[in-house]
């Protein structure tokens, strides 16, 4: 019997040292990965980048497309003679000046937006550049205020883009 009780105590301890190390790698492995309100900020900002690009990009297009019939209409004589046809000459001309300008806007908001970095830099010991002390709720919030002024961006083109 007291072997049996020896066998069984050698048994149990391995099973709880097991279960020990096995609790310390779970354990190790939750606090080096990122919650999942900083998992959202991450998609969150990627979304709004990407969307931000295009919008770029479409507002770039636009006033080619734009100058391309700007120059076109300006080779030809109605110009001159045609008020309808200089009033949507004038019309196009702003929509350029108009377009150039909010895509000078969007890219320069890109350009001084606050980027959360990834987790790999975050590992290398880049700094959070949201603030050390900043909980990962304040910088879920700070992430989707770019929300809001990529949503402005977009309906001020939305706007431009109305104009005949």
């Given amino acids: 019997m007291t072997q049996y009780l020896r066998k069984n105590n050698t048994t149990m301890k ?11 790698i779970a354990l190790a492995g939750c ?10 900020a991450r998609t969150l900002q990627n979304t709004i980048l990407s969307e931000a690009h295009a919008l770029d990009s479409t507002l770039l297009s636009e006033t080619q497309q734009l100058s391309a019939t700007r120059d076109m209409m300006s080779t030809d004589s109605l110009l001159a003679t ?13 929509k350029i000046n108009d377009l150039e ?11 001084s937006l606050t980027k959360l970095p990834s987790q790999e830099e ?11 002390k900043a909980s990962d ?3 879920y919030d700070k992430i989707s ?3 809001i002024k990529l949503e ?11 104009r005949n």
């Fill in 14 to 24: 391995k099973a709880i040292y097991s279960l020990a190390f096995v609790a310390t």
């Fill in 31 to 40: 606090v080096s990965s990122e919650s999942e309100k900083l998992a959202n």
């Fill in 152 to 162: 402005e961006f977009n309906q001020r083109a939305a706007t431009i883009r109305s």
């Fill in 101 to 111: 300008g909010l895509q000078a806007e969007v890219v320069a908001w890109q350009n």
């Fill in 82 to 94: 045609d008020s309808l046809f200089m009033a949507r000459y004038i019309t196009v001309k702003y």
């Fill in 122 to 132: 975050l590992r290398k010991g880049i700094k959070n550049p949201f603030g050390q």
């Fill in 137 to 139: 709720q304040e910088v």
């Fill in 145 to 147: 205020l770019y929300r």
